[in-house]
């Protein structure tokens, strides 16, 4: 389970931010963001999941064979800081956890949506 670094998932999330800004999304309109990790164990994930849902968070856990997912979701916008204050906020429940984040995503809002 290879795990980047608050830095490296921070610059990705730019990234991200740049290209729907580039896509003419509306960044001030909330959307369903979901967060995803992978763990070893169902336990870290299962009290990862807990430490989210008291965030305000929906959370999933699927158990895999070698592994568990956790998908978690919140509605929030995308613009000024948010995205980096959500990133933050995910991954440090997922690294406390023994996690590997694995990114967000949500809907693009175009106008007249």
Known sequence: MSRSSLADTLSDTALQIEQRLQMGDRLEVARVVDHFAIFRSKGAASTAADA????????????????????????????????DRFVREVFEVVERNHGSYDGWGGEVEMPGD
């Open 52 to 83: 989210l849902r008291a965030l305000g968070y929906t959370v999933e856990v699927r158990t895999k064979l070698f592994s568990t997912t956790l998908e978690a979701s919140k509605p929030e916008r995308l613009d000024a800081s948010e995205p």
